[in-house]
């Protein structure tokens, strides 16, 4: 019955934005909305051409082909994001200004990745050498994406470019601590089709040394191996574009034990499959976006002498309709709808199946003013989930001051659904729990130009956020439990440097981003409360990511370097992780063969340079000095 009236809210929809687009059939015909060229597909998502007020840095696409890792490092080294890592082997999660892991959002082709259960994303399983694109996107975006969206969204795609190819990359990475990666992928198409496939596979023995008290050890029991492939196919017919990937992964894991418990004989092991269909519709004025997708994931966990053995199976089936149309050559309006369908399966749940499905329709519009120098984004969503029928307005601004000179603002409105584990974990999940909720501000100005062949790019951005019915498990006469006990005011400033400099035959580029975040309880429990006014626990004070690197033709020398304050283990502050400073470093030489379009790259790189000793969450150590080397050849 729930399924069926979710189904029948969807239909509805659709069929309203039908009518739409009838009636706009009378309209006048002044110019087509060109969202297609001849060689480049170039129909944006949502988040791309309705984005106006946030602030949003793309990470890039030559560092993801010559660093393949894991999307816990691109997102470390390349940003201010706080990745809160466990150590190797290990699970990496994310907080973006202040907020929890469950709080971002990440998605893959436009499909959310988020897991139904945790609501969060484990980013170290996460291979960025797939995606040849990679956004993200700071501060509120639930109007346009839905639950979740309150600190941030990660956005992870392969762009489609309609040109001839043909090209073969084989690349084999080895690294310290027992790493190696083999990756295997090729590109073909022409300007009607194209096709994307990667197989690769990894695995390390990861016996890390690291220093308790001074006294150096070996971190045993973190074996790991994983594998999987990727396929990607677009299709483009007069006026239509298809679009299907499919992403399918293994990853077997030994859980590592900590400093003060080194013994462990936990393992982990999840298989991952996901796709995803679209299909895009241009005809003059209008254009329609569908997308459905499906993922299917299985974790299990089991430790004996923990006597633990959790299997948890879920499922999630999303689909998607977006209506766009071109008033005039200044107003572009947005019309959608969304559909959530998850459900689970784990001997951890009350029942043994528990399912949340969620219906959501958006409307927005982007607004030129004044010769295009004000840019205005208003946004509504109404979203229906279960007893929750959260509304969320938001509007962005983008000013030019001057052409070189811009200022962007946003006011949003914010929510999220607990997610399954919250709702149904047994022992502790609690069904009564309300969403998070409440108003985010920021406002930022942003300049960019080139000086005397001096490309500089510089943001700053402040803001200001109060999430009510903050979900916090807490332990209740011996059993973990998340109740909304919390209010959370997360405020802070970020800024964002980008600098390139030609010299002769050497180009000199550096980056910067920077982030101070305050996230502190304001709950008012009790005025004796020791947690109120404080540092949420895993909240750095500072974060600081700082890049610069030199171009001489073929060779590519950078340096990268990360600060992270203290952060706090306890709530109430009395304890703490130091801060630390690490240094990476590496060379890149690319040339093409004699006689040949094909051609061979080599990559070198030291990671942790000074060898420091450091923790991101407690009594996990992280590597210390160690080596990657990566060779990549190309067949064109």
Not at 237 to 266: H, L
């Amino acid at each position: 019955m729930q399924f069926c009236i979710i189904y029948n809210r969807y239909v509805w929809i659709v069929l309203l934005l039908c009518a739409i687009r009838s009636e706009s059939l009378f309209a006048q015909t002044n110019s087509d909305s060109s969202y297609q060229s001849k060689d480049v597909e170039i129909i944006g998502y949502r988040y791309q051409d309705f984005s106006a007020g946030s602030k949003t840095i793309q990470i890039d696409s030559t560092y993801l082909k010559n660093n393949p890792g894991s999307l816990s490092d691109v997102l470390s080294n390349q940003s201010s994001v706080y990745i809160k890592s466990y150590g190797v082997s290990s699970l990496s999660s994310i907080s973006l200004r202040g907020g929890s892991a469950s709080q971002t959002q990440t998605t893959m082709n436009g499909m959310l990745l988020n897991s139904p259960t945790t609501g969060q994303v484990d980013y170290s399983i996460v291979p960025s050498f797939l995606f040849n694109s990679m956004n993200i996107q700071y501060g509120s975006q639930v109007s346009l994406m839905g639950s979740g969206a309150i600190g941030g969204s990660i956005h992870l795609s392969n762009e489609t470019n309609f040109v001839k190819r043909k090209q073969l990359n084989i690349s084999y990475q080895q690294a310290s601590f027992g790493s190696l990666l083999p990756i295997i992928s090729t590109r073909l198409g022409d300007s009607t089709q194209q096709f994307y496939a990667a197989l690769y596979y990894k695995q390390a023995t990861n016996i890390i040394p690291y220093y308790d008290q001074n006294e150096k050890k070996k971190l045993d029991h973190a074996f790991q191996k994983q594998g999987g492939m990727y396929l990607d196919y677009s299709k483009r017919i007069k006026n239509s574009t298809f679009k299907y990937w499919m992403w399918y992964q293994q990853f077997d894991k030994d859980i590592p034990g900590t400093i003060s418990a080194p013994f462990s004989d936990a393992t982990q092991y999840d298989r991952n499959w996901k796709q995803g269909l679209q299909w895009n519709w241009v005809k003059k004025r209008s254009v329609i976006q569908t997308k459905i997708g499906y993922q299917s994931d299985k974790m299990n966990y089991q430790s004996d002498t923990s006597n633990i053995h959790s299997i948890i199976y879920s499922k999630l089936l999303q689909a998607e309709f977006e209506y766009r149309y071109t008033l005039t050559s200044n107003i572009v309006v947005l019309a959608g709808s969304q559909v959530l369908l998850q459900q689970a399966n784990s001997n951890n749940f009350s029942d043994s199946s528990v399912n949340q499905n969620k219906v959501g329709f958006f409307l927005s519009s982007n607004i030129k003013l004044f010769h295009k120098k004000i840019i205005l984004v208003p946004s509504i969503r109404k979203e229906w989930v279960k007893n929750w029928i959260p509304f969320t307005p938001s509007l962005g601004l983008d000013y030019h001051l001057i052409t070189s000179l811009k200022f962007h603002g946003l006011a949003s409105y914010n929510y999220r659904v607990p997610s399954l584990n919250d709702l149904y974990w047994n022992p502790g999940g609690n069904v009564n729990l309300k969403p998070e909720n409440g108003w985010s501000y920021e406002a930022g100005i942003g300049f960019e130009k080139i000086i005397n062949k001096i490309s500089v790019y510089q943001d700053v951005t402040v803001y200001t956020r109060t999430i009510k019915d903050w979900i916090l498990w807490t332990p209740s006469y011996g059993i973990w439990t998340p109740e909304n006990i919390q209010q959370v005011w997360s405020r802070g400033l970020e800024s964002e440097t980008r600098i390139s400099i030609p010299i002769s035959k050497v180009t000199l580029q550096i980056k910067n981003s920077f982030a101070f975040t305050k996230s502190t309880n304001e709950s008012n429990l009790a005025s004796t409360d020791e947690r109120i006014h404080k540092q949420l626990i895993y909240v750095p004070l500072y974060k600081n990511s700082f890049t610069t690197s030199i171009q001489l033709k073929r060779i590519s020398v950078g340096c990268i370097y990360n600060y992270t304050s203290w952060s706090f283990i306890t709530s109430d502050n009395s304890d703490y992780i130091n801060p630390y400073h690490i240094f990476d470093t590496y060379v890149t030489y690319s040339t093409r063969l004699v006689k040949s379009k094909s051609s061979i790259s080599i990559n070198a790189r030291i990671n942790n340079i000074s060898n420091k000793s450091y923790q991101v969450v407690a009594s996990r150590p992280m590597p210390l000095r160690n080596y990657q080397v990566t060779l990549t050849y190309t067949f064109n």
